[in-house]
């Protein structure tokens, strides 16, 4: 993978991004259908959620109220991200939501940690995905604007790098002008 190459420029590029992405259009409806359509597709509920590459945090708390029973993280390269995100999560006593500054390629978790992984607009992390999720647990992969979407990733090569670490497609579809693929580990 050519993400180490990467790495440091969208390091940066997110840093100075991050002031202006927590603009409304990036929790509009349009922006999170399609990750709210392939949530659709898990089941049973998760207890413990990661959303990768979370931004300031839109996929994380959409994660988080449609299962209100699990306990969501949220990732992000950049630390200005992460602070946009954790100013988003008012009052929270039970430590439900919680977001953090990591790498992607490297999550600071042990195996199996997770059994719903999340993904908006990023590109995909077959193996370190496949390490912290569970045996039944999830994954939910989308673009909000389907193929127009920077990062995109066809549907044939998320179930091929998925495959190749255990996981099935399980559903895939669009919603809006967007596109989901749903794949989950075998217990």
Do not use: C
Request: glycine share 10%; no cysteine; net charge neutral.
């Amino acid at each position: 993978m050519l993400w180490p190459l990467f790495r440091g420029v969208t390091h940066r590029v997110f840093e100075r991004a991050a002031s202006a992405w927590s603009q409304p259009r990036r929790d509009a409806p349009e922006y999170l259908a399609p990750l709210a359509a392939g949530l659709l597709e898990v089941s049973p509920a998760p207890e413990r959620a990661l959303d990768v590459g979370t931004g300031t945090g839109a996929g994380a708390l959409l994660v988080a109220r449609e299962f209100p029973q699990a306990r969501v993280r949220g990732v992000d390269l950049s630390e200005e991200m992460i602070r946009h995100a954790r100013a988003r999560t008012g009052l929270d006593p039970e430590g439900r939501i919680a977001f953090k500054v990591a790498d992607a390629a490297k999550l600071p978790w042990p195996d199996e940690s997770f059994d719903l992984i999340t993904q908006l607009n990023m590109p995909p992390f077959f193996a370190e995905v496949a390490r912290v999720l569970r045996p039944g647990g999830h994954v939910v992969i989308a673009a909000s604007n389907g193929p127009s979407t920077p990062f995109y990733t066809p549907d044939s090569v998320l179930s091929r790098g998925f495959g190749k670490h255990g996981l099935e497609t399980v559903a895939t579809g669009g919603a809006g002008s967007g596109t989901y693929l749903v794949a989950r580990l075998p217990s």
